[in-house]
């Protein structure tokens, strides 16, 4: 179930499987060599992520990302990530920092080869280490499942490939804002980082429409 889950997410984060895309329980098990229970236990779990949407006598297909999820999510992790943040500044330990430092690095030789999936794993950890150093498991739980969510995978592909420059020199700078433990200049930082992605999104997902509508001329 677990190898089934990981291989339809990378798929639909990697754009192997798009919005819109109908999910064919007949063609996974053949892939999988497994019955039909496992695979329906992995569309569950996919959509309850967020990432597929089963109709009724239709089937389950890849969920298509709106403007308004993008609108109403990176305003609220923007918010909390950077309270996270500001909170995290008096519990911070030396192995936080130097596990932060090691994610960067990874962050760095990922761009410069160009290898957005290592990135992500070396992105991931950096975020995880800061916010999980705020101490407030409500906090805490409130920021992962936001980024559990379709809606930042999607993004984080596309960020990825395109604003590699970008990313690393913001998330250095966030480093030394945590290391100096200048909280309010942090907080910003952080909720702008975020708040940066609404724009870039909006601009992805208004070219994905305008292919679909040229597909559907």
């Given at each position: 179930m677990?190898?089934?889950?990981?291989?339809?997410?990378?798929?639909?984060?990697?754009?192997q499987?798009?919005?819109?895309?109908?999910?064919?329980?007949?063609?996974?098990?053949?892939?999988?060599?497994?019955?039909?229970?496992?695979?329906?236990?992995?569309?569950?779990?996919?959509?309850?992520?967020?990432?597929?949407?089963?109709?009724?006598r239709?089937?389950?297909?890849?969920?298509?990302?709106?403007?308004?999820?993008?609108?109403?999510h990176?305003?609220?992790?923007g918010?909390?990530?950077?309270?996270?943040?500001r909170?995290?500044?008096?519990?911070?330990?030396?192995?936080?920092?130097?596990?932060?430092?090691l994610?960067?690095?990874?962050?760095?030789?990922?761009?410069?080869?160009n290898?957005?999936?290592?990135?992500?794993?070396?992105?991931?950890?950096?975020?995880?280490?800061?916010?999980?150093?705020?101490?407030?498991?409500?906090?805490i739980?409130l920021?992962?499942?936001?980024?559990?969510?379709?809606?930042?995978?999607?993004?984080?592909?596309?960020y990825?490939?395109?604003?590699?420059?970008?990313?690393?020199?913001?998330?250095?700078?966030?480093?030394d804002?945590?290391?100096?433990?200048?909280?309010?200049?942090?907080?910003?930082?952080?909720?702008?980082?975020?708040?940066?992605?609404?724009?870039?999104?909006?601009?992805?997902?208004?070219?994905?429409?305008?292919?679909?509508?040229?597909?559907?001329?």
């Open positions: 677990g190898q089934i889950t990981e291989y339809l997410t990378n798929a639909i984060v990697e754009g499987l798009i919005g819109g895309e109908r999910l064919v329980e007949n063609e996974l098990q053949r892939r999988f060599g497994v019955s039909r229970a496992p695979i329906r236990e992995s569309f569950r779990i996919l959509e309850k992520n967020g990432f597929l949407v089963t109709y009724q239709k089937g389950t297909y890849v969920r298509k990302i709106t403007k308004k999820e993008i609108v109403e990176f305003p609220i992790r918010v909390l990530e950077g309270f996270a943040a909170l995290a500044i008096p519990h911070q330990k030396p192995e936080d920092i130097e596990g932060m430092e994610a960067l690095a990874g962050m760095t030789e990922a761009a410069e080869k290898d957005p999936k290592s990135y992500s794993k070396s992105h991931g950890l950096y975020h995880r280490i800061l916010i999980h150093t705020c101490k407030n498991d409500t906090l739980e920021i992962t499942n936001l980024r559990h969510r379709a809606v930042w995978f999607w993004f984080s592909a596309l990825v490939q395109q604003s590699f420059e970008y990313a690393i020199r913001v998330h250095r700078e966030i480093l804002l945590f290391i100096n433990k200048d909280a309010d200049q942090l907080e910003t930082v952080v909720k702008e980082h975020i708040l940066y992605a609404v724009d870039k999104y909006l601009m992805y997902l208004s070219t994905i429409i305008e292919g679909e509508k040229a597909v559907n001329l």
